[in-house]
């Protein structure tokens, strides 16, 4: 009987041990441990548009608007190791929002659709680091209800015709209506404080001859 009454209290005492709740582990501290601090979200800002293989990139600038005219700004940085030089009208083309190429006519100077953005190139030599600026101008117009308006989606621009082009990201899309026709200016040295705003509007769009591209 007495064998029997110690095997049931080992038995109980078992039972009991199965039942306790398992002990926290302790840091080195004495203290329980802290779980791992999460990892920072990465950042979902774009980054910036690589350097060019032959040393620059081409941004916006902002785009201004007055009655039906619009100025867009571009920059153009040398980020490369050696001077790059510029004398002429930055090339751009348009695409639509499936990315069809667009017919635009690109008039250098933009006198036929408004004043103020005509001076003629002048040469410019760039150090790393510097930047120039231009701009593209055109009027939102529909004179024709039989023709589609454009809208384009994507920018691509030459530094200067027959160099290679670079997409440019938009802040919106380059509405021409149904002119089809982008004027640009010059490059010119950008200090940080030249502005591309449009003059005051304009009259009707002069029927000037439209000057060459020639550099």
Same mark, same amino acid.
């Given at each position: 009987?007495?064998?029997?009454?110690?095997?049931?209290?080992?038995?109980?005492v078992?039972?009991?041990?199965a039942c306790?709740?398992?002990?926290?582990? *302790?840091?080195a =501290?004495? +203290?329980? =441990?802290e779980?791992?601090?999460?990892t920072?979200a990465?950042?979902?800002?774009?980054?910036?548009p690589? @350097? =060019?293989?032959?040393?620059?990139r081409?941004? *916006?600038?902002?785009?201004?608007?007055?009655?039906? /005219? +619009?100025a867009?700004? /571009? *920059?153009l940085?040398? @980020?490369?190791?050696r001077?790059?030089v510029?004398r002429g009208?930055?090339a751009?083309?348009?695409r639509?929002?499936?990315?069809?190429?667009?017919?635009?006519?690109v $008039?250098?100077g933009?006198?036929?659709?408004t004043?103020?953005?005509?001076?003629?190139?002048?040469?410019?030599?760039?150090?790393?680091?510097? +930047?120039?600026?231009?701009?593209? /101008?055109?009027?939102? /117009?529909?004179t024709?209800?039989?023709v589609?308006?454009?809208?384009?989606?994507?920018?691509?621009?030459?530094?200067?015709?027959?160099?290679?082009?670079?997409?440019? *990201?938009l802040?919106g899309? $380059?509405?021409l209506?149904?002119?089809?026709?982008?004027?640009?200016?010059?490059w010119? +040295?950008?200090?940080?404080? =030249?502005s591309?705003?449009?003059p005051?509007?304009?009259?009707?769009?002069?029927?000037?001859?439209?000057?060459?591209?020639?550099?």
């Amino acid at each position: 009987m007495r064998t029997a009454a110690r095997i049931g209290a080992l038995a109980s005492v078992a039972v009991l041990a199965a039942c306790a709740p398992t002990p926290v582990p *302790e840091g080195a =501290s004495g +203290r329980p =441990s802290e779980p791992a601090p999460s990892t920072p979200a990465a950042s979902t800002a774009a980054p910036p548009p690589a @350097c =060019s293989p032959e040393g620059i990139r081409i941004t *916006e600038l902002g785009v201004d608007a007055a009655m039906g /005219l +619009r100025a867009m700004g /571009l *920059e153009l940085v040398n @980020c490369g190791d050696r001077p790059y030089v510029l004398r002429g009208y930055p090339a751009p083309s348009l695409r639509d929002a499936d990315r069809d190429p667009l017919k635009v006519t690109v $008039i250098p100077g933009a006198r036929p659709i408004t004043s103020g953005f005509d001076q003629p190139p002048a040469r410019i030599v760039l150090h790393p680091g510097e +930047r120039a600026s231009a701009a593209l /101008l055109w009027r939102n /117009l529909v004179t024709d209800a039989t023709v589609v308006a454009s809208n384009g989606a994507y920018l691509d621009v030459a530094p200067l015709p027959g160099r290679p082009s670079y997409p440019v *990201e938009l802040d919106g899309p $380059i509405d021409l209506g149904n002119t089809g026709r982008l004027g640009v200016s010059a490059w010119k +040295r950008y200090d940080g404080t =030249s502005s591309t705003n449009p003059p005051a509007p304009s009259g009707p769009p002069s029927t000037a001859p439209t000057p060459d591209n020639r550099l």
